[in-house]
């Protein structure tokens, strides 16, 4: 398992990872609703921001792994990460994306303490 590093999980990193996922799930949401094209690229700017998250987050930084599993990653995130880059564009794709989102910030607050 790849562990958390706990000194770059504090508060601050993590309010301003989920500010910057707020403000790009509110264009997500709004593509959606159009029916606009964009939502693709959009989720998948999400995607990478998650990923780097995670990343950038454990110890040691490197790639993003499928293989090995996260102590920051949500139950089951890596399956439904999976289901979300299979399927972008998809509005269930975005409701699982924006429900790892939540998870992780959870997760993030649990193993600060």
Known sequence: MIAVNKEKISKVAVNEWY????????KIHLAHDARDSSVGQLMQQAIEQFEHFIVSSSEPS?????????????INGMERLSFV???????????????????????????RL
């Open 19 to 26: 500010e910057s996922w707020e403000q790009l799930q509110q």
């Open 62 to 74: 490197a790639e993003f792994s499928e293989i090995e599993p996260y102590e920051l990653m949500p």
């Open 85 to 111: 880059k299979m399927r972008p564009s998809q509005y269930a794709a975005y409701r699982q994306l924006d429900e790892l989102y939540k998870e992780t910030k959870k997760r993030c607050a649990r193993l």
